[in-house]
């Protein structure tokens, strides 16, 4: 067992009264969302919160994280001082895996190439208690809905798919390695209190449709925006009468229109799925408090009072959908589908046709789309592109092989790709005659931006089901419409494909020989973490120095950044992932992608030790070797983008001491605060204009930093004269305690060391 059965066990038997008091705090029926959200109050609930407005502490039930975000997110835990994670962790070999001949071929290629940092992940992991799933073990989001997943729990995910546990009626929401640090060292998880969307589904689903087409209609209403700050809970008899495994590709899915996450109550279908993966417990337990585990009665009965947004779909009228190209908002029903390519001019022809990942590679995607693919052979037909098969975990792998499924798509030639993200993530060699070609290949993965798959522009990207995209396989074509269309066969005759037909849950049980897991020791204080100091891709972190204790002056100004500055102008991603968990290597691209408002360039900065322009990385590092710390002044929205917490920490390690900025974006100004940065705004944004390229730059009132209270920066110009500007922060007392600490680990790690 891999799960924390006395985890489950405390948290129902908890929840009944921790339902009643969020009741009767908010004096009201509850929706499903409010009951698990209240139920995970860090403190107990003692009032109420307002949606899309009040941030709320929270304590999530576990982490988990994927082997691009684990490095940095596990380095700055191993800084912390505790002995055990806080809470059931778990890692995921997953996105580092490269799709090029086939499963077991590039799992060695993968293993090999980044071996130095699997051992890593294996043995960090194995010292502080977290659970270690090998390359070739399977995506995140299958593993832990396979595994840890269970209804009316709450984790965090270090991966915006996080919310696929949903399918299990979890609160389950993707974020940056600093916050999956902060739960795994057992602080509060901060999280503004989330609207919420109510989706009442009727009706049932038939034929063609299946799970993924509620979600790609639902991309359509409400566009990759729509679900922004919101929780999206789906409800009504429609909602009961898909699989568990099909509600988790609607709310993996629920990233794609910006949700939060997306969540199902508890049903007959989820408790099928916890017995057939090896949960009866769960089951049986969820069982005992079921009321809790679903929205209140009548809440259904009139969702538009309970819920932010209500929209209803009718499962008896819903078609397949085809999303894209480059988005996955662009939603087409299939019957529109002929029409749209001719209309857009969309590539015909399907060049290759991909099927699984995170997304749709469970047992019922899988043995519907083979009932797809066994017809070519029984009705004398051959694939007309190329077809991909990517299971989503190794017990999924190991079953549907069991079963004969594999062998059903061989024999059309499917190739069976490693149990990993692949073509999903960009990992995938794929073989182009002339790369800017236009080309159209459909997948029954989430994401379809430019790019994403294969790398190139040229491409254009469709999402479908697994079930479609087999049918177009055999077709060959976007404008095939398999409800409709017939082909002709080898032997000249017209022929058509009947509609699928799988099953929800293995008949004869979900079976794996080496399902890839490895459990930490029992006592890991003893284990050794393996980095080589020589190595380019790993780095062991360094304690951020805490504060001096007086006020910060004789500081130089490194750049004065103009316009937009995101997390990507801060930190560029590309080439720069492979140096995710090496802090010194990854800060050679600290802020070349902000333009410097005294020159209009990137990355040139004025040196005020030499008077000489040069790259911003090599600037400050020269002022770091003088023992000089430096100011980073911006403009509005500051940090904002992705949550990656390496935007606040190069600065950090290469000693800038503030960022002053007209405004921030949320997140990036907490993972300033969590690693001991300075993080303030003009008082006055004209203020801006004041700060000179020469500037010697003093912030005074440092020793009497209190909530509320401005600090002044004192801008010394070359030509003798000064300006002082009052500068506001949004420090809270114990964000003041990480500052002086130099960084929220230091502070842990105090405590855990008294
Ligand atoms: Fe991996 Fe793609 Fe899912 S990158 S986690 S398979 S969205």
């Known amino acids: 067992m891999v799960f924390d059965l006395d985890l489950i066990k405390k948290l129902y038997s908890e929840l009944p009264a921790k339902v009643a008091n969020a009741r009767k705090l908010l004096n009201r029926p509850l929706t499903m969302a409010e009951k698990i959200l209240y139920a995970h109050s860090f403190t107990p609930a003692a009032r109420t919160y307002e949606r899309g407005k009040d941030y709320v502490d929270f304590a999530p039930d576990r982490v988990a994280m994927q082997d691009a975000t684990a490095q940095m997110a596990l380095l700055q835990f191993d800084t912390c001082g505790r002995k055990q994670v806080a809470v059931p962790s778990t890692v995921h070999c997953d996105h580092l895996i490269q799709a090029k001949v086939g499963a077991k071929q590039d799992l060695d290629t993968a293993i090999d190439t980044n071996r130095e940092v699997y051992d890593f992940l294996a043995s960090i992991s194995n010292k502080y208690g977290i659970g270690f799933w090998k390359p070739g073990a399977g995506i995140i989001h299958q593993v832990v809905l396979e595994n840890y997943a269970f209804p009316g729990g709450m984790m965090i995910g270090t991966d915006s798919h996080t919310p696929n546990a949903g399918g299990l009626g979890m609160i389950a929401i993707g974020v940056g390695g600093a916050d999956a640090v902060d739960v795994m060292a057992g602080l509060p998880w901060e999280l503004k209190m989330p609207k919420l969307i109510g989706i009442k589904l009727t009706g049932k689903m038939s034929g063609w449709t299946s799970a993924k087409d509620v979600i790609l209609k639902v991309a359509g209403i409400l566009t990759v925006k729509g679900g922004t700050g919101a929780i999206v809970e789906y409800f009504g008899e429609g909602a009961d009468s898909i699989s568990c495994t099909g509600k988790a590709t609607i709310c993996n899915m629920g990233a794609e229109i910006g949700a939060t996450c997306s969540l199902f109550a508890y049903d007959e279908r989820m408790a099928g799925y916890l017995k057939a993966t090896g949960r009866e417990e769960v089951a049986a337990l969820a069982d005992g408090v079921r009321e809790h585990l679903r929205p209140d009665t009548e809440v259904e009965a009139t969702p538009a009072k309970y819920y932010d947004q209500v929209i209803e779909i009718n499962l008896d009228e819903l078609e397949p959908h085809v999303n894209g190209p480059f988005t996955p908002d662009l939603a087409t029903p299939i019957s529109k589908m002929a029409e749209a390519v001719a209309a857009n001019g969309w590539p015909d022809a399907v060049e290759v046709a991909l099927i699984g990942s995170c997304t749709n590679s469970s047992y019922e995607d899988i043995s519907r789309s083979a009932s797809i693919a066994a017809q070519a052979k029984t009705k004398g037909l051959k694939t007309s592109s190329e077809f991909t098969v990517t299971p989503g975990s190794e017990l999924v792998r190991y079953t549907i092989e069991k079963d004969g499924y594999l062998n059903t798509f061989d024999e059309i030639g499917g190739v069976v790709l490693a149990n990993a993200c692949g073509p999903c993530i960009g990992q995938w060699a794929r073989h182009m005659d002339d790369p800017s070609r236009k080309n159209t290949i459909v997948t029954s993965f989430n994401r379809n931006f430019a790019k994403r798959n294969d790398g190139l522009a040229s491409t254009h990207a469709f999402v479908a089901s697994p079930e479609i995209v087999t049918a177009y396989a055999i077709a060959g074509r976007l404008s095939f419409n398999p409800l409709k269309d017939k082909l002709i066969n080898e032997k000249g005759e017209e022929?058509?494909?009947?509609?699928?037909?799988?099953?929800?849950?293995?008949p004869r049980g979900f079976s794996v020989e080496d399902p890839g897991y490895q459990a930490p020791a029992e006592d890991g204080s003893g284990v050794q973490v393996v980095v080589s100091p020589e190595s380019s891709r790993l780095q062991l972190l360094e304690p951020f120095p805490a504060w001096e204790g007086t006020d910060i002056n004789n500081l130089r100004l490194l750049i004065k950044a103009k316009g937009k500055c995101t997390t990507d102008h801060i930190?560029?991603?590309?080439?720069?992932?492979?140096?995710?968990?090496?802090?010194?290597?990854?800060?050679?691209?600290?802020?070349?992608?902000?333009?410097?408002?005294?020159?209009?360039?990137t990355d040139s900065v004025k040196n005020q030790l030499t008077g000489e322009y040069g790259p911003v990385p090599a600037t400050q590092r020269q002022y770091k070797a003088a023992g000089i710390g430096a100011v980073v002044v911006g403009d509005e929205n500051y940090g904002e983008g992705s949550s990656r917490e390496h935007a606040a920490m190069e600065p950090r390690h290469l000693g800038v001491r503030a960022i002053v900025v007209k405004s921030f974006a949320r997140i990036h100004e907490t993972n300033l605060k969590k690693q001991g940065m300075l993080a303030l705004t003009f008082a006055n944004k004209e203020d801006y204009d004041k700060v000179l390229e020469d500037d010697v730059i003093d912030i005074v009132g440092v020793t009497e930093l209190a909530p509320g209270h401005q600090l002044t920066m004192v801008l010394k110009h070359q030509d003798g004269t000064q300006d002082k500007i009052k500068l506001n922060h949004t420090y809270n007392q114990q964000q003041i305690e990480w500052f002086k600490a130099g960084s929220a680990l230091n502070l842990i790690r105090k405590q855990f060391a008294s």
């Open 495 to 506: 022929v058509m494909l009947d509609e699928p037909k799988g099953f929800e849950l293995p």
């Open 571 to 601: 930190s560029m991603a590309g080439p720069w992932l492979k140096f995710r968990g090496h802090l010194d290597n990854i800060s050679n691209n600290m802020l070349i992608g902000a333009v410097n408002f005294f020159n209009g360039q």
